[in-house]
């Protein structure tokens, strides 16, 4: 079992920057990769970065590519995700998930990640 916990959201206004965090905790050994996700009422969970955590490998959606920078921490078991140059759009709650599965690379499917924060909400004002 991996457990993880988000902190880091809040409210924004438009063009500002935040640093969302996730720890993770448990048999943290069997980690294979990290991802944010988020998810606004109504909507699909989507995905928004991943890093692979050994060697680092970063992936991002389109939408945050430029803006967003995710990294990790191994020693401390930790991802960050830095959110600059924000907008309204970027309002949603931001999930930390993990997977313990490798071989095929999925980091864009919710589903190849078995183990889920319980989400962090992040609001931008315009």
């Known amino acids: 079992q991996v457990q993880l916990v988000e902190s880091g959201g809040g409210l924004v206004q438009a063009g500002g920057s935040l640093r969302l965090s996730c720890a993770a905790s448990?048999?943290?050994?069997?980690?294979?990769?990290m991802g944010w996700f988020r998810q606004v009422p109504g909507k699909e969970r989507e995905f928004v970065a991943g890093?692979?955590?050994?060697?680092?490998?970063?992936y991002y959606a389109d939408s945050v590519k430029g803006r967003f920078i995710i990294s990790r921490d191994n020693a401390k078991n930790t991802v960050q995700l830095q959110m600059n140059s924000l907008k309204p759009e970027d309002t949603a709650v931001y999930y930390c998930?993990?997977?313990?599965?490798?071989?095929?690379?999925?980091?864009?499917?919710?589903?190849?990640?078995?183990?889920w924060g319980q989400g962090t909400q992040v609001t931008v004002s315009s």
């Open positions: 890093i692979l955590w050994s060697g680092g490998s970063t």
């Open positions: 448990g048999r943290t050994f069997r980690v294979y990769a």
């Open positions: 998930a993990s997977t313990t599965r490798s071989g095929i690379l999925r980091v864009r499917e919710q589903t190849w990640y078995d183990y």
